[in-house]
Structure formats: structure tokens, C-alpha cells
């Protein structure tokens, strides 16, 4: 009796052994087996989907087989692993197992989007329309609804968001990347304000930004941008009006043609600095760190008058007389390749023109 209980384990023993040999070898294959591909795929994983259904649609779908022992791999081997969601590279050549290794690692196709300083809120919301793998939630939306959307009701937009680029997987929705430039913007400034100059003439982090936008329209030159936040903290310390030509221009809105007019200028609008007291209401644009910087680091001096030079720099004056001359002679009389912010108003018009 004991020797047929013996041979009878014995061959149980044989049996399970084989089948161990069996299911390795079968796992071995479905593993190695090459993705039957000509071309690259993107394979898209919804948010819920479960590595066993996403192999069923594979073997469905002719890319592989045995999606069976595939399944009893990914249980027995990665049972508490989660499948992130988003899209996967398969490549020709690739097999199942270095699939497998791409869902253990998470690692989905990313795509970007960079916003762009000077840019206008505008252009953001047309930038993110763009965007086919982002999930569209705020098309229908006004600017107003898209604010409160993103929990900030009755704040202005404009200015609010942080120029950078944007790293998003398909099925990241256009709130989810907004929000995440609304706090980012909200930290920079922060750090920013936490280590602002001495007497500046703002009563609060958002008056510096308003000051940072206008700085970051005036120039492309960066090492101005310390220059020109000197000028208008001493104009607006002195009471002087700003008058500068990006404020009117996005008073304009979308009338503005690329031609910047005398009657612009005299157009009463909340954003025109040339009949303003002060800064505008709201920014003008988005603005970058280097911008926030400058705004609450102004350059001393005696500058309060700059004219664009014309090769995207300016002259700087401190007096009436050596702006009218430089005036005279950058802007009058324009190179043929002249690129820059249109003339200032004639000198009999006005004589505090910043340009």
C-alpha cells in the first residue's frame, strides 16, 4: 500500500512538474512572441482599462495571441501593479514582453504644449483648441465660465497663467494643463514678491504683475528689461503718464490691424496709458519670471523716456529734449527694415511719450 501511495505521488509530483514546464514554456512563448505590426501604433488605454481587457482587444485586433497566458503572467507576476492610462508606442520588432515592460513602467506616449511669453489670453485658449490629444472641456465655455471653472470666479484671465511648455498624456483635459500653469504662475510670483525691492510703487503682487506684463510687451531684449521697469516706476512715482503704445494696442482688441493710429491714441479705453493715470486694470499679456523679476527689481537711473531703436532695442533718456532727438531720428526717420512698436504721437500732440 505504501509503495502505490509512493509511485502514485511520484507521478503527481511528475505530472505537476510537466505542467509547471508546460505553462513557463507557454508563458515563455506568448511573451517572445513579436507584435504583429508593419507600422507604429498608438495603443490607447482608456482611465479603468484592465491589462486583461487591453490584451483581449490586441488578440481580437490580430496584433498578438495567447492573450490567455499573457493575462496569467501579468496576475500571477505584476497583481499590484495598476495600468496607467494614456497611449502606448508599439513598435514592429517590439514582442509582447517589452509591452508588458512599458505598462510596468508607465511609460505613455507625452505630448506638449508651450505657452508662449507676451502671449494673450487669447491665444492661449486658440493654442489649447489646438491641442487633438487633449480632452476639450472649456470650448463653449466664456472667459468668465472658464475662470469660475477653474475655481477663481470673477478673476480676470489675462496674464494669469505661466508662460512654460507643458508636458500632458492623451486624455489630460485642457482645465487640468490650465490649472496647472494658473499655480504655477501663482508660485513665481510669490517667490518673486517674497524678495521684492525697497519702495516700489505697488500695492500688491497682482499691481507687479500688471507692471511685469507691460515690461515684458515693450521689449524683446532681455538685459532691457530692468531699464525700462526703471523708467515706468520713476514715471509712475512722479505721476507721469506711462504711455506706452502695447497697453493701447490691447485696448484695441481685435480691431488692431498692425497699425497703430494718432485717434488710437486719444481713444478712451481702460487700457490706454496715454489718458490713464497709472497702470491699466489688468495685465496685457503673460509674462515670464525674468519679466516678474524686473518689474520688482527696477533698474535706478534717470531715464524716463525710451524709443525703440528699431533692431528690437532702445535708447533711453532722461530728459525731454534727448528723447525728442532720439525720436528724431529712430523713429522719423525708420530704416526700411525698421521692426518695433509703431511712432509715438508728433511732439505737438504730446511731449511724454515713452516710446
Not at 514678491?193 to 521689449?219: F, V
Amino acid at each position: 500500500m505504501i509503495r502505490k501511495l509512493l509511485l502514485l505521488l511520484e507521478g503527481c509530483v511528475l505530472l505537476l512538474g510537466l505542467l509547471v514546464v508546460f505553462v513557463a514554456w507557454q508563458q515563455h512563448s506568448a511573451l517572445n512572441q513579436p507584435l504583429n505590426l508593419e507600422a507604429e501604433q498608438l495603443l490607447d488605454v482608456p482611465a479603468g482599462a484592465t491589462p486583461g481587457g487591453v490584451l483581449n482587444r490586441l488578440e481580437s485586433e490580430g496584433v498578438l495571441h495567447d492573450a490567455f497566458w499573457l493575462r496569467l503572467y501579468w496576475r500571477f507576476n505584476l497583481s499590484g501593479q495598476s495600468l496607467h492610462s494614456g497611449e502606448y508606442r508599439m513598435l514592429p520588432g517590439q514582442r509582447a514582453i517589452d509591452l508588458v515592460r512599458l505598462w510596468r513602467r508607465g511609460e505613455v506616449v507625452q505630448y506638449s504644449l508651450t505657452l508662449v511669453e507676451g502671449w494673450n489670453f487669447r491665444q492661449v485658449r486658440a493654442a489649447l483648441a489646438k491641442q487633438g490629444k487633449l480632452k476639450q472641456t472649456l470650448e463653449a465655455l466664456s472667459d468668465a465660465e472658464l475662470m469660475a471653472r477653474l475655481g477663481q470666479p470673477g478673476i480676470h484671465p489675462e496674464g494669469r497663467f505661466f508662460p512654460d511648455t507643458y508636458r500632458y498624456v492623451r486624455g489630460t483635459s485642457d482645465l487640468d494643463l490650465l490649472k496647472q500653469a494658473y499655480t504655477r504662475l501663482e508660485q513665481v510670483l510669490d517667490e518673486e514678491w517674497r524678495t521684492r525691492a525697497d519702495a516700489l510703487p505697488y500695492r500688491n503682487p497682482y499691481q507687479a504683475l500688471i507692471m511685469a506684463s507691460m515690461i515684458e510687451k515693450e521689449t524683446g531684449v532681455p538685459a532691457e528689461r530692468g531699464q525700462i521697469a526703471g523708467v515706468f516706476v520713476r514715471r509712475l512715482k512722479l505721476g507721469m503718464l506711462l504711455q506706452t503704445d502695447p497697453t493701447v494696442i490691447y485696448g484695441l482688441g481685435e480691431r488692431y490691424n498692425g497699425k497703430l493710429t494718432r485717434a488710437h491714441l486719444h481713444e478712451p479705453t481702460p487700457y490706454n496709458t496715454y489718458i490713464i493715470a497709472g497702470m491699466p486694470p489688468t495685465p496685457i499679456a503673460l509674462v515670464g519670471r525674468e519679466a516678474i523679476h524686473a518689474a520688482l527689481h527696477p533698474e535706478a537711473g534717470t531715464s524716463l523716456y525710451f524709443v525703440a531703436r528699431g533692431d528690437g532695442s532702445h535708447v533711453f533718456s532722461g530728459d525731454l529734449e534727448a528723447h525728442n532727438r532720439a525720436v528724431r531720428e529712430y523713429q522719423l526717420k525708420r530704416r526700411t527694415d525698421y521692426r518695433s512698436s509703431p511712432a509715438p504721437i508728433p511732439e505737438t500732440a504730446t511731449n511724454k511719450d515713452s516710446q
